[in-house]
């Protein structure tokens, strides 16, 4: 059974970072995809960041290119977010998730390419 677990969700300040982890267990997902969606309250989910494939090609979405960095350690099964500059605008439920599939176009941000999501963890961005 896989299953995902993300961690590091907080209250910040706006400007600070946080660093979110997702531990994936099951099955690897090495060379598949993982990435990262976000929902804010009366929001629908949105694509924030995947990684991909052996080599890891990344995407974003354009609000957060420039202070986000999605990484992966095949090794331990994880994928992290790391969240510098946070705005009020990024506060959301953020949530992980995983495809055995790689990324071709733009599928990777959508929801149903991902075959597996993690229960999510708050983040809070105060002003």
Not at 30 to 51: C, D, L, N, S, Y
Not at 52 to 71: A, E, P
Request: neutral net charge; contains cysteine.
């Amino acid at each position: 059974q896989v299953q995902l677990v993300e961690s590091g969700g907080g209250l910040v300040q706006a400007g600070d970072s946080l660093r979110l982890s997702c531990a994936a267990s099951g099955r690897p997902f090495g060379h598949g995809t993982m990435g990262w969606f976000r929902q804010a309250p009366g929001k629908e989910r949105e694509f924030v960041a995947a990684i991909s494939g052996s080599y890891g090609s990344t995407y974003y979405v354009d609000s957060v290119k420039g202070r986000f960095t999605i990484s992966r350690d095949n090794a331990k099964n994880t994928v992290v977010l790391q969240m510098n500059s946070l705005k009020p605008e990024d506060t959301a439920v953020y949530y992980c998730a995983a495809s055995i599939a790689l990324i071709v176009g733009g599928a990777g941000r959508d929801l149903g390419f991902y075959d597996y999501w993690g229960q999510g963890t708050q983040v809070t961005v105060s002003s």
